[in-house]
């Protein structure tokens, strides 16, 4: 059994291709929620429902938080959360619109159904991949979108909020079992068995 050693981001992303491949996954998770932040308001219609462009590769970053905690661990997939308030951050800047309503809405949204998400991750270790990705995703995302309209868009004209959290959640749903399979081929890349609870690790999981 190889232990990380402790939550510091050397010690949590490890050498050779395993750490590489950690690295890449919690840059793509910033990277991700810069995108989802930038295109919040830019929004389309999904049936009767109303959905943020955002909602296209937001759902994407907490696919990556199951992969990085089946496979990387409970300090790394904190890591990987850490690094999509760096890009919501990196937003607020670029944007000049400093900790507005968008930045605070993504912020609170991202530690409340993260720290839901590590939960239900932890408890479904032992279960297939897809199952692990489609369940933990159907609930801290519903957490999330729901944070985040409530306080981006309440009270703000013109945008109907049932509609949106509507919208987003299903936008987001479909965007998790469309990337299941991406899942599959990056966790074949990884050198080690997945992760189980405790710390341990076991072969031939699917």
Known sequence: MRRTGG??????????RRGWLLLAAIVATALLDFTANLLATTFFRVGPFTAAVGTLTFALSYTLYDYIRRYHGRAATLWAVAAGAVGTLAY??????????????????????????????????????????VASNAVSLLVDTVVFTLV?????????????????????????????PLIYGVSALAPNPPLVAGGSRRAGAA
Not at 98 to 124: E, K, M, N, P
Not at 172 to 180: E, F, G, H, N, R
Request: proline share 2%; charged share 10%; aromatic share 4%.
């Open 152 to 180: 981006a868009f309440l009270g703000v004209a013109g945008v109907g909020i049932a509609s949106l959290i509507g919208g987003d959640y299903l936008t987001k749903i479909v965007m998790t079992v469309l990337s299941v």
């Open 92 to 133: 607020s800047v670029v944007a000049g619109g400093g900790l507005g309503r968008i930045v605070l809405a993504s912020l609170l949204a991202l530690t409340a159904a993260s720290a839901v998400d590590i939960r239900i991750q932890t408890a479904l270790l032992r279960r297939p991949l897809w199952e692990m990705v």
């Open 7 to 16: 939550v510091g981001l050397p010690a949590a992303v490890g050498a050779g």
